[in-house]
């Protein structure tokens, strides 16, 4: 079992960045794969980018790549998610996960069984 928080969602103009970070607690941080969704209104909740239990392997939905990056520092319990080149699109909910449902793929949201509470990432044009 884990709980986590996320922060650092906010208002940023296009082109501009963001680092999302994701506390956790609980069971051991170390043991789960991760990952990170967002839900703009009236969508379905997305999958962002995943990475392993030690960090050496990133995944990232296509629109995405080359602009964010995962990362985690499993000695701090934390998650990262660095956005750069933000565009409007980017506007959601942010929620990091933790996936317990290993025989489903990284992207779909039903493999991970632990949820933070969201942060706001608005990105004006």
């Known amino acids: 079992q884990v709980q986590l928080v996320e922060s650092g969602g906010g208002l940023v103009p296009a082109g501009g960045s963001l680092r999302l970070s994701c506390a956790a607690s609980?069971?051991?941080?170390?043991?789960?794969?991760m990952g990170w969704f967002r839900q703009a209104p009236g969508k379905e909740r997305e999958f962002v980018a995943a990475?392993?239990?030690?960090?050496?392997?990133?995944y990232y939905v296509d629109s995405v790549k080359g602009r964010f990056t995962i990362s985690r520092d499993n000695a701090k319990n934390t998650l990262f998610l660095q956005m750069n080149s933000m565009k409007p699109e980017d506007t959601a909910v942010y929620y990091c996960?933790?996936?317990?449902?290993?025989?489903?793929?990284?992207?779909?949201?039903?493999?991970?069984?632990?949820w933070g509470q969201g942060t706001q990432v608005t990105v004006s044009s």
């Open positions: 609980g069971r051991t941080f170390s043991r789960y794969f």
């Open positions: 996960a933790a996936r317990i449902i290993l025989t489903s793929t990284y992207r779909e949201p039903g493999g991970y069984g632990y």
């Open positions: 990475i392993n239990t030690s960090g050496s392997f990133t």
